[in-house]
């Protein structure tokens, strides 16, 4: 377990790494993307980017069955069996491309005016951009393979520079539009065709090193292998289809009801709580691997209890970031952004709890992907997303205002969050009791003191930057404090201890 921990640690090192340049450079990017294009164009992007998103849901499906495949095959230390999944994968990958990008422009021609309610000197600069956003999805999904051999490898430096390089571009885009006199929607666009098109090339010349990444178009096909295939892409395409229908069909609830101001305001709501997701999520980048590695060599209670430590550790790294922002969102967003649209703070907010839930869940999902035991799970996910999507369209009808809609988003994954726990601990055989206590339980007591702590100082300080200081100190030290007395075990305690003993760092 030593060199597995030191393993993670390193990743986890890299990721970290990519993460705070990616994290500053986004915050920036966005501040300066709204300020260049306005409201109106920075909302229709991100409508349309939300749609080619839905339209790629069998992509995500494929990518995450891929990944499952390949990282188990790596496990099994089988190189003739990971060189005929990544084959199999690829042609699966490059038919997926051309039906998805087919169906892309079946939603352009026929489709259009039914989908978007857009200004009309906008609409060609729409069309365009929906173009180029149908090249880069062509280019992600046929090239999605060489990413899960890059993870299988837990190779998370090149994965971390790959992160920098398209962060960087994003950001010279976003610098070049001032100095843009054209278009510049059209010019973002194209843009952001050419900084994701590159950053695919250069995926697969570095996957060049590694023998299953070998293309060969003699390859055999095994029947069993591609049933599994299709069988676990399947139930997984029931969930990701219903999931991404249901936040992509409330964004476009919307826009029917409200315009595209409001989807303007569910943008920077999406990118904020996003950033403050993946310093959780980026731990369980380097977490994955291992979890399905230990299941696809019959080490289950391994992975058991690498899946369970990982839902606590996300939170609390989740909670450290996530407090100050809940407390100081008004403030922060006048800081940031220059004309903060309606709803934009309580969006946050509510976006930021729901992330919380879904990073508990995120873990349990991992172990029951390496399981390969999904159908229950993936069924049970279908039927919260749409009757989620079906109860913001009533709210909406019923006159509500638009934070209805992420309050149902809401409701939702804490359902989802039951559900899963329930599903994983059917197919790992562990007691549900050690979550709800061993972490749920201590996530909800470390978020009470945090709270409690904090509102005498958010009320008793009125001047806006002091108190941004001192709400964020507040926060930081009773979060840490409850994660180290409530969050940890005494075990875990005592290996943090040893550890920097051993390191000399006190």
């Known amino acids: 377990m030593s060199d597995v921990t030191k393993r993670i640690a390193k990743n986890s090192l890299f990721l970290y790494g990519r993460l705070f340049f990616t994290t500053a450079v986004s915050l920036i990017a966005v501040r300066l993307l709204l300020q260049a294009l306005g409201a109106t164009d920075y909302g229709i992007f991100s409508i349309i980017s939300g749609v080619i998103a839905m339209l790629q849901l069998l992509n995500g499906t494929m990518a995450t069955a891929t990944m499952r495949f390949i990282v188990c095959a790596e496990g099994e230390h089988d190189a003739i069996k990971q060189n005929r999944i990544f084959n199999l994968a690829m042609r699966i990958h490059f038919v997926m491309a051309l039906i998805i990008a087919l169906s892309m422009e079946f939603c352009f021609f026929f489709l259009w005016d039914k989908l978007f309610n857009l200004p009309l000197e906008r609409v060609f600069a729409a069309k365009v951009v929906f173009q180029y956003m149908v090249f880069i999805s062509f280019c992600s999904i046929s090239t999605n393979p060489y990413e899960s051999v890059i993870i299988a490898h837990e190779r998370m430096i090149f994965f971390s520079l790959w992160g920098i390089f398209q962060a960087a571009g994003k950001l010279a885009l976003c610098i070049a539009l001032f100095y843009w006199g054209a278009d510049r929607l059209l010019f973002y666009g194209f843009g952001m065709m050419l900084v994701l098109s590159g950053t695919a090339v250069w995926r697969i010349t570095y996957c060049r090193q ?31 289809v219903s999931d991404t229908i249901a936040c992509t069909g409330s964004s476009i609830l919307l ?252």
């Open 210 to 240: 590694f023998p299953e990444s070998r293309i060969r178009l003699s390859c055999p096909i095994k029947k069993q292998e591609l049933l599994q295939i299709f069988s676990f892409s399947g139930w997984s395409f029931c969930g990701n």
């Open 255 to 506: 826009n029917r009801f409200f315009g595209v101001l409001v989807n303007a305001a569910e943008g920077i709501s999406s990118q904020i709580s996003g950033q403050l997701a993946i310093f959780a999520t980026t731990v369980m980048q380097a977490i994955n691997p291992v979890i399905m590695k230990y299941e696809s060599s019959n080490n289950q209670s391994a992975a058991l209890k690498i899946a369970n430590c990982s839902c606590r550790f996300t939170i609390f790294i989740f909670l450290f970031f996530a407090m100050p922002f809940l407390f100081e969102i008004d403030f922060i967003m006048r800081l940031w952004v220059k004309n903060v649209p309606e709803y934009t703070a309580v969006f946050c907010r509510l976006t930021v709890i729901r992330s919380a839930f879904i990073l508990l869940s995120n873990p349990f999902v991992t172990y029951l992907n390496a399981t390969g035991k999904i159908k229950g799970f993936e069924v049970t996910d279908c039927f919260l997303h749409f009757g989620t999507l079906l109860a913001s369209y009533l709210l909406l009808l019923a006159g509500m205002p638009p934070p209805a809609v992420y309050v149902a988003l809401l409701v939702c994954c804490l359902v989802r969050l039951i559900t899963r726990v329930f599903w994983a601990a059917r197919a790992g055989n562990f007691a549900q009791s050690d979550f709800w206590i061993g972490c749920f339980g201590r996530a909800a007591t470390i978020c009470a003191i945090v709270l409690l702590g904090t509102f005498p100082v958010y009320f008793s300080i009125h001047h806006p930057v002091i108190r941004l200081f001192a709400v964020s100190i507040t926060t930081s030290l009773l979060t840490l404090a409850g994660s180290w007395f409530i969050g940890m075990t005494v075990a875990e305690r005592d290996r943090v201890k040893k550890l920097f003993i051993k390191k000399n760092i006190f």
